[in-house]
Nanobody
Framework: QVQLVESGGGLVQAGDSLRLSCVVS????????MGWFRQAPEKEREFVAV????????AYADSVKGRFTISRDNAKNTVFLQMNSLKPEDTAVYYC????????????????????WGQGTQVTVSS
């Protein structure tokens, strides 16, 4: 059974940085794309970033492009989201997700393309 565990969230001020981590167990991590999504109160879950299984291709939501960076360490079964220049509108619960199909060329950004999800980590950015 696949398990994803996020960490690294917290309360920060606008302009600060945070690094989220997601450790995956129960599958061959290096064969699957990994993504980050977020959900703010009373809003739909939205795509943030994705990285293909090979790590060679990434994609970002326009709202975070240039500020956030997704990366992966296949030796540690971990995907990261480096978040810089945080804004109050980045406040949300952040979820990592694993792709449904191995060796998918991707990148795919629709939530339906991801079959396993973590429990989420809260990020709160104060102004």
């Amino acid at each position: 059974q696949v398990q994803l565990v996020e960490s690294g969230g917290g309360l920060v001020q606008a302009g600060d940085s945070l690094r989220l981590s997601c450790v995956v167990s129960g599958r061959t991590f290096g064969s699957y794309a990994m993504g980050w999504f977020r959900q703010a109160p009373e809003k739909e879950r939205e795509f943030v970033a994705v990285i293909t299984w090979s790590g060679t291709t990434t994609a970002y939501a326009d709202s975070v492009k240039g500020r956030f960076t997704i990366s992966r360490d296949n030796a540690k079964n971990t995907v990261f989201l480096q978040m810089n220049s945080l804004k109050p509108e980045d406040t949300a619960v952040y979820y990592c997700a694993a792709g449904r199909r191995p060796y998918d060329l991707g990148p795919r950004i629709a939530p339906q393309s991801f079959g396993s999800w973590g429990q989420g980590t809260q990020v709160t950015v104060s102004s």
